[in-house]
Nanobody, 129 residues
């Protein structure tokens, strides 16, 4: 069993930065692939970024590519999402997710929410224009 707790959300002006953290419990965390998703009011949950268990492969939604960076620290059981150049449309609840299969074999493995086995409770990110 893995428990995920997100933190680092808040209110920021457009153009600003935030770093989200996702702390995981569970001794096998280091073998899990991780992802970040977000859900804006009235919209479906969407993929933001993903990272394989080794950290050797990262993936991003086109809307955040070049602005967001996902990284992991297996020693701290934590995955991060550095968000720069934030835009109003980045406003959403951001969720951390863990996938028992630590290897992404196809892009749908990364981007599909049902491919993930554990979810955090979410953290609100609000970008003011």
């Amino acid at each position: 069993q893995v428990q995920l707790v997100e933190s680092g959300g808040g209110l920021v002006q457009a153009g600003g930065s935030l770093r989200l953290s996702c702390a995981a419990s569970g001794r096998t965390f280091s073998r899990y692939a991780m992802g970040w998703f977000r859900q804006a009011p009235g919209k479906e949950r969407e993929f933001v970024a993903g990272i394989s268990w080794s950290g050797g492969s990262t993936y991003y939604a086109d809307s955040v590519k070049g602005r967001f960076t996902i990284s992991g620290d297996n020693a701290k059981n934590t995955v991060y999402l550095q968000m720069n150049s934030l835009k109003f449309e980045d406003t959403a609840v951001y969720y951390c997710a863990a996938r028992r299969d630590g290897v992404f074999r196809a892009i749908v493995d990364v981007t599909t929410s049902t491919e993930y086995d554990y979810w955090g409770q979410g953290t609100q990110v609000t970008v003011s224009s």
